[in-house]
Structure formats: structure tokens, C-alpha cells
């Protein structure tokens, strides 16, 4: 599988964007999916993660209310809705793929084992 990050751009506070990551290859509906983000000077941070059949989401507290993950299987593509945008959100987000055996890890980068390139996402005040 390869990831290919995309939708990102500038945006005012209060505004919407939608992230799209589509992956190469047959095996997407055995990943579960993730994305993450990295703002200049931090560590990578979890964001959301979408199990393998689309069943269960899990979203970091910053974004929980606001950021919405899904995926549609049968096009091999995971999305990342994000609805009123803050300044704090500004940063490179990452889709990433991860094995279903680290289920139960949702928040750790390093199950993660495939990662797409990153888009940029920045918010201004």
C-alpha cells in the first residue's frame, strides 16, 4: 500500500477543510487508518484513527467534536473532515496505515507502519 495525502491549504479560524488520502494497492480494507500531525517544533501527534471495516473511530481531544474520519473501502480512500478550524490546528497532517494486530494502540505512531507524505494545513487568526 501507498498513501497519497492531499486537500490541504490556508484557511481562516472558523472555516472547513477536507483531507483525503488515497492508497495504493488491494489490501486498504486490511489497514486500519490513521491520521496525524506535525506542527513546527513539536512531536508528531495523533489525530484520528478509523478501524479496518469502518466501525470504530477514536479522535484525540483537541479535535474530538470538530474533525470528523471516515473511509469508503471501495475507493480506497480515508477522509479527514475538519470543521472550525483554530490556529492550533496549523501543521503537516499525515495519513498513516496500521496494521489491524496494533488495534488496540490507536495513538502510537510507531504502529503505524505505512505513512503518506503529508499535507499542509494552516489557519490563520
Known amino acids: 500500500v501507498q498513501l497519497q495525502a492531499s486537500g490541504g491549504g490556508l484557511v481562516q479560524a472558523g472555516d472547513s477543510l477536507r483531507l483525503s488520502c488515497a492508497a495504493s494497492?488491494?489490501?486498504?480494507?486490511?489497514?486500519?487508518m490513521g491520521w496525524f500531525r506535525q506542527a513546527p517544533g513539536k512531536e508528531r501527534e495523533f489525530v484520528a484513527r478509523i478501524t479496518n471495516s469502518g466501525s470504530t473511530t477514536y479522535y484525540a481531544d483537541s479535535v474530538k467534536g470538530r474533525f470528523t474520519i471516515s473511509r469508503d473501502n471501495a475507493k480506497n480512500t480515508v477522509y479527514l473532515q475538519m470543521n472550525s478550524l483554530k490556529p492550533e490546528d496549523t501543521a503537516v497532517y499525515y495519513c498513516?496505515?496500521?496494521?489491524?494486530?496494533?488495534?488496540?494502540?490507536?495513538?502510537?505512531?510507531?504502529?503505524?507502519?505505512?505513512w503518506g507524505q503529508g499535507t499542509q494545513v494552516t489557519v490563520s487568526s
Open positions: 498513516a496505515a496500521q496494521s489491524t494486530v496494533y488495534s488496540g494502540t490507536y495513538y502510537a505512531p510507531h504502529t503505524y507502519s505505512i
Open positions: 494497492g488491494r489490501t486498504f480494507s486490511r489497514y486500519n
